[in-house]
């Protein structure tokens, strides 16, 4: 079972900027071969999505539409990254962030059971 891990979670301020990294604990795990997707989840809430990319040649973002432009998700092909900006954020966007990939790279999967790989978390706290 590939491991993915995030990076990136800590302190911040509202209305400060945040950039999540999602790396492959496997070196061979090839991010441009899936699709990939950031979620959180708040203390007593349900998993939700935020943001995926769609696999090459599409590479088309797509975002919950209630959060559009303060979330971006961009890869790091080179690297074999894939981060997620959090611009402005607020309180309400303390959570437990996850990245996930699917198995067979669909286009715009938006639920957890539509993803087999998921990383253990990393831990935003932003203080108003």
């Known amino acids: 079972q590939v491991q993915l891990v995030e990076s990136g979670g800590g302190l911040v301020q509202a209305g400060e900027y945040l950039r999540l990294s999602c790396a492959a604990a496997?070196?061979?795990?090839?991010?441009?071969?899936?699709?990939v997707a950031w979620f959180r989840q708040a203390p007593g809430k349900e998993r939700e999505f935020l943001a995926g990319?769609?696999?090459?040649?599409?590479?088309?973002?797509y975002n919950k539409d209630d959060i559009w432009g303060r979330f971006i998700i961009f890869r790091d092909t080179d690297k074999n990254l894939v981060h997620l900006e959090i611009h402005d954020a607020s309180p309400e966007d303390t959570a437990v962030y996850y990245c996930?990939?699917?198995?067979?790279?669909?286009?715009?999967?938006?639920?957890?059971?539509?993803?087999?790989?998921w990383g253990q978390g990393t831990q935003v706290t932003v203080s108003s």
């Open positions: 990319i769609n696999t090459l040649p599409r590479r088309s973002a």
């Open positions: 496997v070196r061979t795990f090839s991010f441009t071969k899936h699709t």
């Open positions: 996930a990939a699917d198995e067979s790279g669909a286009t715009g999967p938006q639920s957890v059971r539509d993803f087999h790989y």
